[in-house]
């Protein structure tokens, strides 16, 4: 068993699910749709809440919560992540569920959206006892998923071996390898080249578009990053490589900072859950509070939902902030942050890069060839500029908001999806 961390030191506000639904009205408003297609959009067509008994390594008997939200497929299979953390909730499972309807609405990914959870805190159990988990949990939800129902893939507190357990445990359960009911899997499961990398790489290629629009040269950029996971690390080292000077990133438990740039060779160095970020030659410890109100030209939020609200969005001097998480910003602070001119990259735009290439990972399992880390990479690239254009020119053309175009773009198709399969009741 690990030693257990020290408490986290960001306070978090709740209610990712009135932000999702807020978000969903406006563009229903914006779209003059009626009342009972909005009702249809704003409810998951499918949950599932289960219990997850688990022995302990110690012999102790624990009962966990988990859930899966599929909030739509009208579009093809439901698709999104698995969340290990201790604050998912099933509100929390249908707000993310939600967000990841319209991400693939929105880059025109076949797919629905969902989302799963499970309410513990991984750093505290054994790689044993996280299987254990992975495979009850999976063997629990075993009737509503599937490779053309609804395919699981990484998220907060899991990664490419709790995908393996959850392949595993399905495969196990209906008799044959099935790869495809999960992305972000091992590569040598089946997983794509290019998947544990995607989602920070598409969050740099808005974002670089971003300042561009903005007229701010990378060269003379500097960035913070909140979150230091998957999305977040990546993130901050690609930034660098593009030029940008990235002077913050921070975990749960503490910040760095360096006016002159992180040393990000030394990104490899850094050690998690140990109270303070280390690794990073040069850097002073800031309270993690503090990096989202930095003097930065772009601000990354890449860790949970929330953290950018009323308290402090008066105090961000980012001139653009690029949604690495999903529901970073409350639709109070997103108000502010309007007001305040500050151009606002939303998460359904901004991080979609992992289930982009989740769905070349699935596409993948059925073809001959599979495609080179560099071919994964300009694809992932090229869609992702198409999206940001789409969603800056309908921003221009209609003066809304980058999240307002992006939703709306995202609700129209889900609901002519609806409409042109007549499932309208
Ligand atoms: N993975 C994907 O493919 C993907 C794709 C699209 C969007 N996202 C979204 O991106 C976000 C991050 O996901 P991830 O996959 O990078 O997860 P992850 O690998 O588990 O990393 C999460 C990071 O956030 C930090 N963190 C957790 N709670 C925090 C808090 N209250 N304040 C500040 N930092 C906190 C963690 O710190 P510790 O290391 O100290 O725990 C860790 O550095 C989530 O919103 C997720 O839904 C993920
Ligand atoms: N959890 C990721 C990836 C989903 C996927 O690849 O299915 C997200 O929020 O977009």
Redesign the pocket.
């Known amino acids: 068993m690990t030693t257990a961390?020290a408490a986290?030191v960001?306070a978090?506000t709740n209610g990712p699910l009135d932000d999702a639904l807020k978000q969903l009205a406006d563009a229903v408003g914006l779209l003059n749709y009626d009342e009972g297609l909005h009702h249809l959009l704003a409810k998951p067509r499918r949950e599932m809440a289960v219990s997850i008994p688990l022995r302990r390594d110690n012999g102790t008997i624990e009962v966990l919560s988990g859930y899966r939200v599929q909030h739509n497929f009208s579009r093809g299979p439901a698709k999104g992540?698995l969340?290990f953390s201790p604050d998912v909730s099933l509100d929390e499972v249908r707000a993310?569920a939600m967000w990841m309807t319209w991400k693939c609405a929105l880059l025109d990914v076949p797919y629905g959206g969902a989302k799963g959870g499970v309410t513990i805190d991984p750093?505290r159990y054994s790689s044993n006892e996280l299987s254990r988990v992975t495979r009850r949990y999976t063997n629990e939800i075993l009737p509503i998923i599937g490779p053309d129902v609804d395919i699981p893939?990484?998220?907060?507190?899991t990664?490419e071996q709790t995908m393996a357990w959850i392949m595993d445990a399905y495969s196990a359960n209906v008799g044959y390898t099935v790869p495809a009911v999960v992305t972000?899997k091992p590569v040598s499961l089946g997983g794509s080249l290019g998947r544990p990398s995607?989602?920070s790489r598409g969050v740099v290629h808005v974002a670089l578009a971003a300042l561009s629009y903005r007229g701010i040269a990378a060269s003379d950029a500097t960035a913070a990053v909140?979150?230091?996971?998957?999305?977040?690390?990546g993130s901050a080292q690609f930034l660098a490589e593009a030029g940008v000077r990235v002077v913050a990133v921070?975990?749960?438990?503490g910040a760095v900072h360096n006016e002159f740039g992180l040393d990000m060779p030394s990104l490899h160095a850094y050690v998690?859950?140990t109270g303070t970020v280390s690794g990073f030659a040069g850097a002073d410890p800031i309270d993690?509070n503090e990096l989202l109100t930095l003097d930065v030209d772009l601000l990354v939020p890449?860790?949970?939902?929330s953290?950018i609200d009323a308290t402090n969005a008066h105090r961000i001097q980012a001139t653009i902030v690029v949604e690495?998480?999903?529901?970073?910003t409350t639709a109070d602070a997103d108000e502010i942050l309007r007001e305040r001119g500050i151009l606002v990259v939303p998460?359904i735009l901004a991080?979609?890069?992992?289930?982009i290439v989740s769905y070349f990972e699935w596409v993948q399992g059925n073809q001959a060839y599979w495609w080179t880390a560099d071919e994964v990479d300009q694809r992932l690239a090229s869609r992702m500029k198409q999206g940001w254009t789409s969603v800056l020119d309908m921003a221009i053309r209609r003066d809304l908001t980058l999240r307002e175009a992006a939703t709306v773009t995202a609700v129209s198709r889900v609901a002519d999806a609806h409409l042109t399969r007549g499932l309208y009741p």
Do not use: C, H, M
Request: net charge negative; glycine share 20%.
């Open positions: 961390p986290p960001i978090r992540g969340r993310l750093a893939a990484p998220d907060i507190g990664d972000g995607a989602t909140q979150g230091f996971g998957k999305v977040g690390a921070s975990d749960q438990y998690s859950n993690p890449a860790a949970v939902e953290v690495g998480a999903n529901g970073p998460d991080n979609a890069g992992g289930v």
